[in-house]
């Protein structure tokens, strides 16, 4: 039986493979089939999380990272730099009347 993603592209199959030759009853089958249905709606709340995901951490209008990206991360980089012993800087950039820009042009 195919496990497809959300798109309808294959994941991979449930094989069932028995030593000698077996008919499987309509149970058997209906039971199967459930247990790739569940697989497959688990993909779809995989996908689902990962936009949501990507909606909590992004700007809307700019697609860059807002606050809480920034925030995770720089957490990470953190933690890579220590694990690799590497040294890390950051650039803090302040832009003179974005206030206006922003009013004029949006967020």
């Known amino acids: ?4 993603w959300p798109d309808g ?6 094989c069932v493979i028995d030593k000698k030759q077996s008919d499987y009853s309509d149970v058997q089958l209906k039971i199967l089939e459930q247990f790739r249905n569940l697989i497959n709606a688990d993909l779809h709340m995989l996908i689902d999380y990962e ?3 990507a909606l909590a951490i992004t700007d809307e209008l700019t697609q ?4 809480r990206g920034l925030n995770l991360l720089g957490e990470q980089r953190f933690k890579d730099a220590r694990r690799f012993s590497q040294h890390i800087g950051m650039v803090y950039i302040d832009i003179d009347n974005m206030k206006q820009l922003n009013d004029t042009e949006g967020h």
Do not use: A
Not at 9 to 14: K, Q, Y
């Open 51 to 53: 936009e949501i995901k």
């Open 1 to 4: 039986m195919p496990i497809t």
């Open 9 to 14: 592209s294959l994941f991979g199959t449930i």
């Open 64 to 67: 860059v990272h807002n606050r």
